[in-house]
């Protein structure tokens, strides 16, 4: 079982819809919880990070943690096309040592 | 504040010869990593150093892969023999220990073709 699983997509919605991306995790130790954003042929970048379980609202970006069931999920409200990338849930696995990522869904919003 | 700058951008090479791609972190950054993606996956953790100092390295890793980071400064990784698996996208990252979830910043990439 990898450590992170996240569904691939591909993701296409219209503009303006909600998007709801998720990952699982397995170990209970995990603390930290992340979300990149890769656009293609970039390097990915940090978008939003969350510590323990509880929501985060960023603009329209909402990181939610269900430590319970192992459950990350990453809401985007009147999604974007500019928001078209892949989208990585990331956790870092011990102090900071090394993060380990999902495999990343690929997002296409549709103007 | 340049950000993280990885060379060459795309290599390739053909099966059995060596590659080496070069990293420059931001330049206050103590700790570096390299990851590799491969398409429709996501970044899979290869190393780190923190300063110079190597502190891990994943079991995934051939021998054939090789890492340094001289002064704590750049970073070099070394394929050696390289094989038709080892096409990728060779990603750098760095990082600034104490800060809040050690943010990656991660470079554009290396994209490796063996032929």
């Known amino acids: 079982q990898k450590e992170v699983e996240q569904d691939p997509g591909p993701l296409s919605v219209p503009e303006g819809a909600i998007v709801s991306l998720n990952c699982t995790y397995s170990?209970?130790?995990?603390?930290?919880f992340m979300w990149y954003r890769q656009y293609s042929r970039k390097g990915p970048e940090l978008l939003m990070y969350?510590?323990?379980?509880g929501n985060k609202e960023d603009g329209r970006f909402t990181a939610q943690v269900d430590k319970s069931s192992k459950y990350i999920s990453l809401f985007i409200r009147d999604s974007q096309p500019s928001d078209s990338a892949t989208y990585l849930c990331?956790?870092?696995?011990?102090?900071?040592?090394?993060?380990?990522f999902g495999s990343g869904t690929r997002l296409s919003i549709r103007p | 504040d340049t950000g993280v700058s990885q060379n060459p951008r795309h290599k390739i090479t053909k099966r059995g010869q060596n590659v080496t791609f070069r990293c420059d972190p931001i330049?206050?950054?103590?700790?570096l990593y390299w990851y590799r993606q491969t398409l429709g996956q996501g970044p899979e953790f290869l190393t780190y150093?923190?300063?110079?100092?190597?502190?891990?390295k994943s079991r995934l890793l051939s021998d054939r892969f090789s890492a340094e980071r001289p002064k704590g400064s750049f970073s070099t990784l070394e394929i050696q023999r390289t094989e038709q698996g080892d096409s990728a996208m060779y990603l750098c990252?760095?990082?600034?220990?104490?800060?809040?979830?050690?943010?990656?910043?991660f470079g554009e990439g290396s994209r490796l073709t063996v032929l």
């Open positions: 990252a760095s990082s600034l220990t104490g800060r809040g979830t050690g943010e990656l910043f």
């Open positions: 170990n209970s130790a995990f603390q930290y």
């Open positions: 969350t510590y323990s379980s």
């Open positions: 990331a956790i870092p696995y011990s102090s900071a040592s090394k993060i380990i």
């Open positions: 330049s206050e950054h103590n700790r």
């Open positions: 150093f923190q300063n110079e100092a190597q502190l891990e």
